[in-house]
């Protein structure tokens, strides 16, 4: 059964620092797009950062680029997303969502699983 479980998320100043990761079972990364998305309350869901990692092709949402950087690691097939420089706008939950394949898509509806989210909150 495919599995994507967050962690990471916290409560931290503005201008802060956090790591989410994003722990993938029973799935190849060489065959899927992860996709990092957050929705805030009242917001739909939206894509910040995707990364294929058969080829290192990334994407970041224009609120994030130059902040937030996606990566992975195959051998643990754990994915991660380094936020630096967080403002309260960044406040979210986070979820990680995989799509077989090897393209981004920036839809949340081009997903097909998803983990359970983890709260970042940036708040002084």
């Known amino acids: 059964q495919v599995q994507l479980v967050e962690s990471g998320g916290g409560l931290v100043q503005p201008g802060g620092s956090l790591r989410l990761s994003c722990a993938v079972s029973e799935f190849n990364l060489d065959y899927y797009a992860i996709g990092w998305f957050r929705q805030a309350p009242g917001k739909e869901r939206e894509g910040v950062s995707c990364i294929v990692s058969s080829d290192r092709t990334t994407w970041y949402a224009d609120s994030v680029d130059g902040r937030f950087t996606i990566s992975r690691d195959n051998a643990k097939n754990t994915l991660y997303l380094q936020m630096n420089s967080l403002k309260p706008d960044d406040t979210a939950v986070y979820y990680c969502?995989?799509?077989?394949?090897?393209?981004?898509?920036?839809?949340?509806?081009?997903?097909?699983?998803w983990g359970q989210g983890t709260q970042v909150t940036v708040s002084s």
């Open positions: 969502a995989g799509r077989e394949g090897r393209l981004c898509a920036r839809a949340a509806a081009s997903y097909d699983y």
